[in-house]
């Protein structure tokens, strides 16, 4: 997993966003399209989107130095670390799937990172019984599937679900060291104020995200690049 290469691509990529300015074009296009519960929250709807895509891309590499860390620390590298650098590969790899001199492509690699890091969490929670970093990225993703697109983001949700499975099943939380580390988690104070990514950023849901689950096509309609996804591990896809 090589994040100083990584932070250097996305900081290559920014000042050439700032000069081009093809991101905050981009965006404009998917302004009118956006699902009504997403709130901008200001009249330069495309700023704040922009800044959104910026931030959003640019945690990537502290965030996954932070999970490398805590996976270290539960005994459970050898499963996530993998991970990890599947999602570093996507950004920075020779061949990369993403266009490396574009911060909306970047997007792409980021809302897999993101992903990524949400379903080890997910089985953090389920098996240890706290989150695995301290920031919410649930709505955020939310809104980054929807600035992708359905179809592309849904493929990359797949690939994510199927990732994580195969390298974090239930048999890996009852080994010794991450039993251990359960009990360390324990007699720790509960965080139960964590910041949501998207609301530090300037953007919300007006909605209970079960009600846009509820306003949504059912998942056997033809596929719409332009409709937002449910949220929760069961690959962000309309039901």
């Given at each position: 997993m090589n994040t100083l290469a990584l932070r250097d691509l996305i900081q290559r990529v920014q000042r050439q966003e700032n000069t081009t300015g093809d991101l905050a074009r981009q965006l404009e296009a998917r302004l009118l399209r956006l699902h009504p519960s997403i709130q901008l929250g200001v009249h330069d709807h495309r700023g704040v989107l922009t800044h959104f895509v910026e931030r959003y891309v640019e945690q990537v590499p502290a965030m996954l130095e932070a999970v490398a860390q805590v996976a270290d620390d539960a005994g459970l590298e050898a499963q996530v670390k993998p991970l990890l650098a599947l999602a570093s590969a996507f950004f920075i790899e020779p061949g990369a799937a993403v266009d490396r001199n574009n911060l909306g492509a970047l997007l792409d690699a980021a809302y897999l990172a993101h992903r990524l890091v949400e379903e080890i969490n997910d089985r953090y929670i389920a098996h240890l019984g706290r989150p695995l970093t301290p920031l919410d990225t649930t709505v955020a993703n939310l809104i980054a599937h929807q600035l992708i697109g359905e179809r592309y983001a849904n493929e990359l949700d797949r690939a994510v679900a199927g990732a994580v499975a195969g390298q974090l099943g239930a048999?890996?939380?009852?080994?010794?060291?991450?039993?251990?580390?359960?009990?360390?988690?324990?007699?720790r104070e509960d965080v139960t104020d964590w910041p949501e990514l998207a609301r530090q950023l300037g953007v919300t849901l007006a909605l209970d995200l079960a009600e846009i689950a509820e306003s949504l096509p059912c998942q056997d309609a033809p596929a719409d690049d332009t409709a937002p996804a449910t949220t929760g591990s069961s690959a962000y896809r309309a039901h």
């Open positions: 048999e890996v939380f009852e080994r010794g060291s991450v039993r251990a580390y359960r009990l360390q988690l324990e007699l």
